[in-house]
């Protein structure tokens, strides 16, 4: 396992940043007054501080720190505007990757968690930057030169997901982060309520959705640590090898629940070459890539890792797709009602469309 232990200086030039960009200007806050908050409190964190922004993402703001002492840290907050209760969840995040980074090693360890708005204006966690290849709509170069760099990555994952859920939550005190019985239910509900706020009108195709799942919910399910966003994207992987993971991100949704809700969400997430050029066209993933697994194979693999059987996957791939146009239209509306001016959001409406078609057509089978 990793040292996680101490951030590990890196010289300034060591690496290229092609995520990284200047601050957006209506996401920027008083950068030596966080600065000066941080001085004492995080190793390294001495001299001059230099902040810039990782453009990739829809929804927390994410930003690397820079110390002359030589140590990078990545902070985290929520999104602008409004947010949904217990969402964006800066303390939830703190708290997991406070301890887990001790039994996970793809867990970057948080170092520090503050709730005072006046530093930066809204609630933040500090992380250890880790270094790697985070890939989303094209393979980087490092990658696509190995034809079988898809297939190695999606083994990697899915082999990551299964140690993660295997992690003994207990033994890391976080046995109050959620409660397991139950949580399918509450997942299919809360989601719907959040549908409900965030909706421009009436859906009826979405109303079905929520029926269909409902109707659906397990009897019993396991329960182990669940990310509740586990994607290729939110997958950093070592430069010189795509079959290794470096780090799993974005920790504020972690919670105590089924394990196979991670991997609905995974296959949401997932693209192959025959999906209807809709789903290919909201892919988070290179889409047409052809040296990835198919959502059956991770299935196979996840099944085969874990050590376990699997069942009524359909279900929990359905309730993925609903979570994620869910999370899509609260972005959409933050962005209709003027309360983020990122144009990337400004297409999300149809995004939402072509999800719900989608889960309506794996609800049919």
């Known amino acids: 396992m990793r ?5 590990s200086p890196l010289p300034l030039s060591s690496l290229s940043e092609p995520d990284l960009i200047d601050v957006r200007a209506d996401e920027r806050f008083d950068e030596a007054r966080l600065a000066e908050y941080l001085r004492g409190k995080l ?10 922004q990782f453009g990739g993402g829809k929804a927390n703001l994410t930003f690397q720190l820079r110390f002359s002492s030589g140590c990078d840290y990545v902070l985290r907050r929520p999104p602008l505007g409004p947010i949904a209760p217990s969402s964006h969840d800066m303390g939830r995040e703190y708290r997991v990757l406070s301890v887990l980074h001790r039994a996970l090693p793809f867990a970057p360890r948080s170092w520090l968690y503050c709730d005072d708005d006046r530093v930066i204006g809204a609630p933040f966690q500090v992380m250890t930057r880790c270094h790697g290849i985070v890939v989303r709509e094209h393979l ?3 990658f696509a030169v190995d034809p079988s760099a898809g297939r190695k990555m999606s083994g990697a994952l899915v082999d990551a997901l299964a140690a993660f859920h295997a992690v003994d939550y207990a033994a890391l005190g976080l046995s109050q982060l959620g409660k397991p019985d139950g949580f399918v239910q509450r997942q299919v509900d809360g989601w719907q309520r959040r549908w409900q706020r965030a ?3 009436d859906d009826p195709q979405v109303d079905w959705i929520y029926r269909w799942l409902n109707s659906r919910v397990p009897a019993n ?5 669940v990310h509740n966003d586990p994607k290729l994207d939110n997958t950093m992987f070592a430069a010189e090898d795509p079959g290794r993971v470096i780090a799993i991100l974005d920790w504020d949704m972690c919670t105590l629940g089924d394990p196979l809700s991670d991997l609905g969400a995974l296959l949401t997430y997932w693209t192959q070459p025959d999906d209807p050029p809709a789903v290919r066209a909201i892919a988070m993933m290179p889409a047409g890539e052809q040296s990835f697994m198919s959502r059956d194979e991770l299935v196979q693999r996840y099944a085969s890792s874990s050590r376990s059987e699997i069942s009524d996957i359909r279900f929990y791939h359905v309730l993925g797709i609903f979570r994620l146009l869910v999370i899509l239209q609260q972005i959409y509306i933050r962005y209709v009602r003027g309360q983020t001016r990122d144009q990337r959001f400004a297409s999300l409406g149809d995004a939402v469309a072509a999800l719900t078609q989608w889960a309506l057509d794996i609800a049919d089978g």
């Not at 190793?43 to 810039?52: I, L, W």
């Not at 399910?221 to 640590?225: E, I, T």
């Open 199 to 201: 909706r421009l009108h």
């Open 3 to 7: 040292d996680t232990s101490t951030p």
């Open 221 to 225: 399910s396991a329960n182990s640590l």
């Open 140 to 142: 980087p170069r490092p």
């Open 43 to 52: 190793p390294g964190a001495e001299g001059d501080m230099t902040v810039r």
